[in-house]
């Protein structure tokens, strides 16, 4: 963890002089983990996953209804991909040893990832933000040309919005994600060996017991369909079209908007990705309380934040995709502090 402290320290060393001392203190007091907040929240994650594929089950032959299914399969495994994100901070559990092994178990692995891989380029990611060389982030948004979004809304959602719903982007994805989980560099052996076994004894024991095509309709279908657009929409938001900021404030936004289209596109406060950069080490669930302290800030509320992914409601606050386009400029989310 110490990597990761200083990793934290280097992302806003040049941030935290310019806030308030008070708002800083109670921000601290927010960072305490804890050995039993996440285990509800894994726990609810994987009752929705059970209670889709029951759902399915009991209208079995209904396409509408595993249609819905999947989607909310596929929510789940972006709220695995965010309670990764968590353990790659230290943040899902207090204890180091939970932290890793029951991410490992619950979040990570099922969804082919390394803890190790997606920590080293996370940290990377936050090291090096905006970075076109050094960040791992800003080098796949090259890959798509979110990098430099097109400022024409039409053009935009036909090539960022439109385009991933044809699942072209996916191949690129799932390589990115795949290779690292079959090998990936500064990684321990033991942990390559238990996570290519934890997949090999599911996939066994779904053929010894006959339900490899239900591996496949409800874990495999969604994660290659569903995942990936969700994955797509959420990492664009993060940062597209501010990577020219010049400090945390200017490279990052917030999202807000309809509550219930937020736990879908961002499970587990994902939405709140600026205070996440800002402060690294708080927890998720204590995201919306860091938000009320941040907003005594005006540097903070001058920062950008959206209201709806593709339409605001708001005059002057930016929708994301209205934000992207035009480059993070003329949101005035001030407006809405007492609403927020």
Request: positive net charge; charged residues 20%; aromatic residues 14%.
């Amino acid at each position: 963890m110490a990597t990761s402290k200083k990793v934290i320290v280097e992302s806003v060393k040049n941030e935290i002089p310019r806030l308030n001392k008070e708002t800083i203190q109670s921000l601290s007091a927010l960072r305490k983990t804890s050995n039993y907040r996440n285990v509800v929240y894994l726990l609810f994650d994987w009752s929705l996953i059970i209670g889709g594929i029951c759902l399915s089950k009991i209208f079995a032959n209904n396409i509408i209804v595993y249609l819905i299914s999947i989607f909310i399969i596929g929510s789940r495994q972006r709220a695995f991909d965010n309670l990764t994100h968590e353990a790659s901070h230290g943040n899902l559990f207090k204890n180091k040893t939970l932290n890793n092994i029951l991410s490992s178990l619950l979040s990570t692995f099922p969804i082919f990832t390394s803890l190790t891989a997606y920590r080293n380029s996370h940290l990377d990611h936050h090291r090096y933000l905006s970075d076109r060389e050094k960040d791992p982030d800003t080098k796949r948004y090259k890959l798509f040309g979110l990098d430099k979004p097109p400022k024409n809304k039409i053009i935009f959602i036909l090539l960022h919005v439109i385009r991933p719903l044809t699942l072209l982007h996916v191949p690129r994805y799932i390589y990115g994600t795949i290779s690292s989980f079959l090998y990936s560099k500064n990684t321990p052996i033991s942990e390559q060996v238990f996570r290519i076994g934890y997949w090999i004894l599911i996939i066994t024991l779904s053929i010894n017991f006959g339900v490899w095509k239900d591996l496949v309709l409800f874990w495999i279908v969604p994660y290659i369909t569903v995942l990936q657009v969700i994955r797509y929409y959420a990492e664009m938001s993060e940062h597209a079209g501010l990577i020219q900021g010049d400090n945390q404030f200017k490279k990052t936004r917030n999202v807000f908007g309809n509550k219930l289209f937020l736990k879908f596109m961002y499970p587990h406060h994902d939405h709140y990705h600026l205070i996440h950069h800002l402060f690294p080490n708080i927890p998720h669930y204590n995201l919306p309380k860091a938000h009320k302290i941040l907003m005594r800030e005006s540097l903070y509320c001058e920062a950008t934040h959206c209201f709806g992914y593709f339409y605001s409601p708001y005059k002057g606050v930016n929708s994301v995709i209205d934000d992207i386009c035009k480059h993070g400029k003329k949101s005035h989310f001030f407006a809405l502090k007492g609403e927020i």
